[in-house]
């Protein structure tokens, strides 16, 4: 007469114990923000902390489900759009309320990130520092009327860019690839179809049918009467949207490159997920086969 054992739970997968870490979860010191992952001491190699991942993981979980307000951030966005008008703070009037608009600014953009300084190390939350971009853009914006400052500020606006942008490449790859492939991909077709058919008219010869305004055609060029536009000439429209054209090209096959990388970072990332669930399901039927 045989007898077989009854099921019992496994307690251990209930509990939700598993042998590696969350999606997102990255053990860090908590004194010098050392990479702590993979090592088999419970101190820091940087600064001698003593630390214990059960302790790190329930800071980490803390720190995510905890709510914060984001009411700094929704106010940076709002003067980031009043701030994008052009005007020349020479001028005394914009210069009283120009500057104290574009100090606030950055002040709720450098108390923004100073609370959130934390989620930006952990590689599911580094992708938000590209918001940075918005007061960027607002502030070189709104000061390119200024003659001589825009230069500065435009330069100056485009490195504190592109420091977020590294910053958050280094921490987050994936996701902020994906962001920026999404904010390029339509302006880069967008050039591509635009330059495309400059270049069809001017070489049917329908070139003068394109007019500019002041703001889409560069002032050098405007000979034409006040509150008219010049028609641009089969010559100059061939050659401008052959440049568009060729630029648009290039971004297209940039972007579209982004896009297969990105697809199959998915895939993978949907592989890996697979062969981690198969491998707990393993451990656990093993589990229950060894249990009296």
Known sequence: MSSSAPNRPDLISLAGITSEFPDGFVPRCPGCKYDLTGLSESRCPECGTRFSIPTLL?????????????????LAV??????????????????VWRVPLLMGLWFLVWFWFRRRREEFREASEAHRLLWVWGPCISTAMGLAA?????????AAMLAVGLLATVTSWRRSPVMTMFILTLALTIPVVVMALFGGALLMQGVAGRGLSQH???????????????????????????????AILGIGLVGVVGVGVCWFRLARAFWARRAQAGNRA??????????RVRAP
């Open 78 to 95: 709002l003067l980031s759009l009043i701030a994008w008008y052009p005007a020349d703070i020479s001028e005394p009037i914009v210069l």
């Open 212 to 242: 500019w305004s002041f703001a889409d055609y560069p002032r050098w060029y405007w000979q034409g009467v006040p509150g008219r536009a010049r028609g641009i000439s089969n010559p100059d429209a061939i050659t401008i949207g052959s």
């Open 146 to 154: 200024t003659p001589g400052l825009n230069v500065i500020v435009a």
């Open 58 to 74: 329930a800071a980490w979980q803390a720190r995510k489900s905890a709510t914060i307000n984001d009411g700094d951030f929704y």
């Open 278 to 287: 198969s491998a707990a399901t393993g451990r656990a039927n093993n589990r």
